[in-house]
């Protein structure tokens, strides 16, 4: 009636054994200098290259504290809400 099912019995053997990665969230945040300050889009280039940078170096403090394994940023994103630049990131081993 359904035919040979052996290939869906392998896959779902495979799939069983199969290691599944870990994966985790990071969200890292930093106040910008407030608008007043930054009267120019000139101006507030530097200070979010700067705020990028913080970050970047926060992150790389936060995956070695996860421990031993090969961790690697799968996804990112990043927003800035009332002065304060959110990035969040998604990490797998």
Same mark, same amino acid.
Not at 1 to 25: A, C, H, Q, W
């Given at each position: 009636?359904?035919?040979?099912?052996?290939?869906?019995?392998?896959? $779902? =053997?495979?799939?069983?054994? $199969?290691?599944?990665?870990?994966?985790?969230?990071?969200?890292?945040?930093?106040?910008?200098?407030?608008?007043?300050?930054? =009267?120019?889009?000139?101006?507030?280039?530097? =200070?979010?290259?700067?705020?990028?940078?913080?970050?970047?170096?926060?992150?790389?403090?936060?995956?070695?504290?996860?421990?031993?394994?090969?961790?690697?940023?799968?996804?990112?994103?990043?927003?800035?809400?009332?002065?304060?630049?959110?990035?969040?990131?998604?990490?797998?081993?």
């Amino acid at each position: 009636m359904f035919g040979d099912l052996s290939p869906i019995n392998n896959l $779902e =053997e495979k799939t069983v054994t $199969e290691k599944k990665p870990d994966s985790k969230m990071i969200v890292l945040t930093r106040r910008l200098k407030t608008p007043g300050v930054l =009267e120019t889009m000139s101006e507030q280039v530097p =200070e979010v290259m700067e705020a990028f940078a913080e970050i970047h170096t926060k992150l790389i403090q936060r995956v070695e504290m996860l421990g031993e394994g090969n961790w690697q940023v799968v996804s990112h994103s990043h927003s800035i809400y009332n002065g304060i630049l959110v990035v969040s990131f998604l990490i797998s081993d």
